[in-house]
């Protein structure tokens, strides 16, 4: 197991809390990759734990799709697959589309102002080309165009997608050639809902998740060429 990854310690958390969320954090940036084992031994000394914590973390994570049991093998990161990212795009896909539109309704002055900011931030954080960066800056940016739907129901729905979005969010960061669409994207999104063109809002949402659904479908693809290869 070669990943890279610490525990940071937190004085407001249980210790499976702090368990949890850095494996779970060590699956979404990669740092632990799909197919790899997770064992509990290895991970408790890595971390300075007991395996209670450990195994507790890995159920939780197992809940959220992103650890899978195998029969006689244990633990596993779950694989990145087309059919669990079209999934979940397909819903986030009608859901952004929505909180565009009603955001065209319903922003609010300050609101403007701080999705302005945002989307200069994410223009800034895409040069710097770190990945958790841009990533960070692209959940700023949509957060605000939720929330200002003042749909709670909808907020909530997103807000369940939201680990699940960032997986693939940050496979689709890492792919640097698409930095300047992402910023564009952004901009498109912006412009549309600060005039409130509902229509275009919505198309430039739906936009932004396809071309991150044809980005990262050739990034698992190739993954699984050059895979083939090796065997």
Not at 27 to 32: A, F, Q, R, S
């Amino acid at each position: 197991m070669g990943a890279d990854f610490e525990m940071t310690m937190n004085e407001f958390l249980p210790l499976r809390d702090v368990v949890f969320n850095t494996l779970r954090k060590a699956i979404l940036t990669g740092e632990l990759k799909p197919g790899e084992r997770l064992m509990e031994i290895h991970l408790a000394n890595r971390l300075g734990v007991s395996r209670t914590p450990i195994r507790e973390a890995i159920r939780k994570l197992e809940l959220e799709g992103l650890v899978i049991m195998i029969p006689r093998r244990g633990a596993e990161v779950a694989q990145i697959t087309e059919k669990s990212l079209k999934d979940v795009l397909e819903v986030r896909r009608a859901l952004d589309a929505l909180c565009a539109e009603l955001a065209c309704e319903r922003i609010s002055e300050e609101e403007k102002r701080k999705l302005k900011q945002a989307c200069d931030q994410f223009r800034h954080a895409a040069v710097t080309g770190d990945a958790a960066t841009i990533a960070a800056a692209d959940v700023a940016f949509h957060d605000i165009i939720v929330l200002a739907t003042g749909n709670e129901r909808l907020i909530q729905l997103i807000n369940n997608l939201s680990e699940q979005m960032y997986r693939y969010r940050f496979e689709y960061i890492k792919d640097e050639s698409r930095h300047d669409n992402l910023v564009q994207e952004h901009r498109m999104i912006y412009d549309s809902i600060i005039r409130g063109e509902k229509k275009k809002a919505a198309e430039a949402a739906r936009l932004h998740i396809d071309n991150q659904e044809k980005s990262v479908i050739r990034q698992i693809r190739l993954e699984q060429e050059n895979s083939g290869r090796k065997k």
